[in-house]
């Protein structure tokens, strides 16, 4: 979680997210970021600097990692560690969503 508080514009972003419906985690491999979920799929947020952030790459929530979009035989796979999850197209539109909405709410399109 952030070390530093969160300034009300910061807090005003996170209340959008929440209204979009996305969720808060706190992933025991990445505690210093905030994690933010929707159907699925996960990215960290940096708070420094006074604005939200995207961190990370964003992927699927697989256990308390995020599975990364990787491309190569047989396909498309998120992958975390040990772990593989095929891409299936359904699975691929959801990604392109959350990472579009998610960019929208942050200004960062």
Same mark, same amino acid.
């Given at each position: 979680?952030? &070390?530093?508080?969160?300034?009300?514009?910061? +807090?005003?972003?996170?209340?959008? @997210? !929440?209204?979009? %419906?996305?969720?808060?985690?706190?992933?025991?491999?990445?505690?210093?970021?905030?994690?933010?979920?929707?159907?699925?799929?996960?990215?960290?947020? &940096?708070?420094?600097?006074?604005?939200?952030? +995207?961190?990370?790459?964003?992927? @699927? !929530?697989?256990? %308390?990692?995020?599975?990364?979009?990787?491309?190569?035989?047989?396909?498309?796979?998120?992958?975390?560690?040990?772990?593989?999850?095929?891409?299936?197209?359904?699975?691929?539109?959801?990604?392109?969503?959350?990472?579009?909405?998610?960019?929208?709410?942050? %200004?960062?399109?």
């Amino acid at each position: 979680m952030p &070390d530093q508080p969160l300034t009300p514009a910061q +807090i005003k972003t996170l209340e959008a @997210l !929440l209204r979009a %419906g996305f969720r808060f985690l706190t992933l025991e491999r990445y505690e210093r970021h905030l994690a933010v979920e929707k159907n699925g799929f996960v990215t960290l947020l &940096d708070t420094s600097g006074g604005k939200l952030a +995207i961190f990370s790459q964003a992927g @699927l !929530l697989m256990g %308390g990692g995020i599975g990364m979009l990787m491309d190569g035989p047989p396909g498309k796979h998120f992958v975390c560690h040990d772990q593989r999850v095929p891409a299936t197209p359904e699975h691929l539109t959801a990604y392109q969503e959350f990472k579009r909405e998610l960019s929208e709410l942050l %200004g960062e399109l």
